[in-house]
């Protein structure tokens, strides 16, 4: 990118590449079946756990959750998920905001369970790789009641590659849905056009999304050589050893460097030094961090002057609304409470909105930030889309 370039100039490159090159047609219906297999997974937890009659009782999420005998803070999930039902459908209405919303269950929905094989023929016809995306919405839907009240840490151990018989579930989830790789492949198009040579440092890399079609990107413009080195970081130990073993020798040797890295605690302690790093990635990792503004002042401390951030996430919209793949997400304890709220960036757990983003960028102080692609550009489009790059300038 030429320097005196401002991001609102690459924003418009990069826009029209995501109408013209990125979303086709197969990822509109595959985003709008994934939406209807939400809801039939929805309701059938709703029938299965009676919820339209422990509503009659309990009104808010925090009493359904008491009354369905679920963990702590398993309110957290349910209250999202009831406000997506009642904005879809009749059964059920929702008067309020937040945790004081109360439900008003108004019959009991009917089983739609029969149209789940219809739904899938349609994702398969797309082609196999879409398939993951249902498989994965399956696995959240079976392994909800053992989450919410059996095992609580369950969810966590899947999320952080701690429960082997759950792996190739995860990799799938996060590799092989073509719904999820279109973050990794956005980011590594905003990484190809602000990427000035230098080192990167990934956070949150996990099953290696992010990495891969990163220095894919690069090597297939022939840039790879500008990369000094290529930090991959994660929480966990086994995705770091899983994705090296996967990755590695792809790319010219010594290329990649692999770290533990807990974007949590203090940074330096964990040996990445300061004012020396040109880009900073995440792909659906930076909405992980306890501390949003926090972890960006840690990232605008780690870059060099100049230094740039690139988060390609989910962005949540509509707002108190359950997203598709929260289903499994929220299972999470760690993603129900770790996140410090804020009203005017972190109102909610796990995903945040476009808007929560730039007013987060804006209070740690990075000189320019935006959000691609263009707000309005495809609303009309491909009013669902769902993906975003947040970039920002140190
Ligand atoms: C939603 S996944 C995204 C993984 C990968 N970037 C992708 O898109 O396939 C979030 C990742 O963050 C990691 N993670 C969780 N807590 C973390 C922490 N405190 N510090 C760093 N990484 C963390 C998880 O192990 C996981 O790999």
């Not at 004081?100 to 108004?106: E, I």
């Not at 359950?322 to 109102?347: D, F, G, K, W």
Request: net charge negative.
């Amino acid at each position: 990118m030429d320097k005196s370039e401002n991001f609102s100039t690459t924003r418009h490159s990069f826009t029209t590449w995501a109408k013209n090159q990125l979303f086709d047609n197969d990822h509109r219906v595959a985003t709008k079946l994934l939406d209807s297999a939400v809801d039939v997974h929805l309701i059938n937890l709703y029938r299965d756990l009676d919820i339209h009659n422990k509503l009659t009782k309990a009104a808010t999420a925090v009493q359904l959750s008491e009354a369905l005998g679920f963990s702590d803070s398993a309110h957290i999930a349910l209250q999202p998920m009831l406000k997506r039902l009642a904005n879809h459908h009749s059964f059920i209405d929702a008067d309020g905001p937040g945790l004081d919303c109360q439900f008003k269950p108004n019959q009991q929905p009917d089983d739609l369970s029969h149209t789940l094989p219809g739904i899938t023929d349609r994702m398969g016809k797309l082609g196999n790789d879409y398939l993951a995306t249902l498989e994965f919405l399956n696995f959240g839907a079976t392994h909800f009641v053992r989450s919410m009240r059996d095992d609580h840490e369950f969810m966590d151990r899947v999320l952080t590659g701690q429960e082997k018989e759950f792996e190739e579930t995860w990799h799938r989830a996060t590799n092989t849905d073509p719904l999820q790789d279109i973050h990794g492949i956005m980011g590594a198009k905003a990484v190809e056009l602000l990427f000035d040579g230098g080192s990167i440092l990934e956070v949150g890399g996990g099953t290696g999304n992010g990495l891969r079609n990163n220095l894919d990107a690069l090597l297939n413009a022939g840039r790879i050589a500008e990369v000094e080195k290529y930090i991959f970081t994660d929480v966990s130990m086994q995705f770091i050893l899983n994705t090296k073993r996967e990755l590695a020798a792809r790319y010219p040797k010594d290329t990649c460097k692999w770290q533990l890295l807990n974007i949590n605690k203090d940074w330096t302690e964990q040996r990445v030094p300061k004012g020396e790093v040109s880009m900073i990635y995440g792909v659906n990792a930076a909405h992980i961090a306890m501390h949003t503004v926090d972890f960006m002042k840690e990232c605008i401390e780690t870059l060099k002057p100049g230094g740039i951030v690139v988060f390609s996430e989910r962005i949540r919209r509509p707002l108190e609304e359950m997203a598709p793949r929260e289903i499994v997400l929220n299972q999470s304890s760690y993603h129900r409470t770790a996140a410090i709220r804020h009203p005017e960036y972190r109102p909610q757990h796990a995903y945040l909105a476009r808007e929560h983003w730039l007013r987060a960028c804006e209070l740690a102080g990075f000189s320019e930030y935006d959000s691609w692609p263009h707000e309005s550009s495809l609303s009309d489009y491909f009013p669902e889309q769902y993906a975003r790059v947040i970039v920002a300038r140190k």
